[in-house]
């Protein structure tokens, strides 16, 4: 693929991660546990690790957060997104180039690791290692919506080719 196709292919699906994004945000939380969500942007960004390149999640998650934070967040959600999603990245990179994971298991490692990323996060600035008591109901909600977002992925990365 050339520059410019692959400038536009980026542009695309960072403009759509940010749409699921801001729909996601709509959607009032599904369980009575603050900060549970469903991960809807993450199904573009396994889509473009998989269809494309780990450099190209990378750009799309990164440029997705920063666009967030910008029109929708603050400096304290920038700082969560961002450790959740670069644990998460880093996470499904790794899994993925072992081979011994489907999309699905590497969706719903990233989803728990963006969970711990961000505990990380809350941890240093609330001061409190309690706040890790969160973590079971965080992984709960992870394991489920990163295997429904794995599932929808790979349907998706399978039936869209875009070289």
Do not use: C
């Not at 989803?111 to 961000?118: E, K, L, R, T």
């Not at 809350?122 to 969160?134: C, E, P």
Request: glycine share 10%; no cysteine; hydrophobic share 60%.
């Amino acid at each position: 693929m050339d520059k410019t196709r692959r400038i536009a292919l980026y542009g695309v699906l960072t403009a759509l991660a940010l749409i699921m994004s801001f729909v996601e945000s709509q959607i009032p939380a599904f369980m009575a546990v603050p900060g549970m969500k469903l991960g809807l942007t993450n199904v573009v960004v396994l889509f473009a690790l998989y269809a494309d390149s780990e450099k190209g999640a990378i750009i799309i998650n990164v440029a997705r957060i920063i666009m967030v934070a910008l029109l929708f967040g603050n400096a304290m959600s920038f700082s969560f997104s961002l450790a959740g999603g670069a644990l998460s990245g880093l996470v499904m990179i790794l899994l993925k180039r072992t081979k011994r994971f489907g999309i699905t298991g590497v969706s719903t490692a990233g989803a728990v690791s963006h969970n711990i990323g961000q505990i990380l996060v809350a941890m240093v600035v609330m001061n409190t290692s309690a706040i890790a008591l969160y973590l079971p109901f965080l992984w709960a909600s992870g394991i489920i919506s990163g295997i429904l977002i794995g599932i929808i992925g790979g349907i998706i990365a399978s039936r869209i080719s875009i070289n």
